[in-house]
Nanobody, 115 residues
């Protein structure tokens, strides 16, 4: 059984920074990909950033240049450094692990950016 536990959400003013962490535990095989998705009220869940076990990264256009995803393979942990936050970044952020044909999700962490 795979579990994902997120931390680091909260309230921040526009222009501020936050760092999210997600620790995966259980039977985790490689290759895999870990990433962050977000869902704002009334909107669909969308990809924010993703990184494979080989180190390939991709980002949503809306966060390029502001967010950085990284991972520590030894700790099965993925990070999302978020800088220059905007009110439109307000959402619940979910950690995701994709391995083989399975997708696993964290419980979500709220990020609120005030203007």
């Amino acid at each position: 059984q795979v579990q994902l536990v997120e931390s680091g959400g909260g309230l921040v003013q526009a222009g501020g920074s936050l760092r999210l962490s997600c620790v995966a535990s259980g039977s985790i095989f490689s290759p895999n990909a870990m990433g962050w998705y977000r869902q704002a009220p009334g909107k669909q869940r969308e990809l924010v950033a993703r990184i494979t076990s080989g180190g390939m990264r991709n980002y949503a256009d809306s966060v390029k240049g502001r967010f950085t995803i990284s991972r520590d393979g030894a700790k099965n942990t993925v990070y999302l450094q978020m800088n220059s936050l905007k009110p439109e970044d307000t959402a619940v952020y979910y950690c995701n692990l994709g391995v083989m044909s399975n997708n696993y999700w964290g419980q979500g962490t709220q990020i609120t950016v005030s203007s």
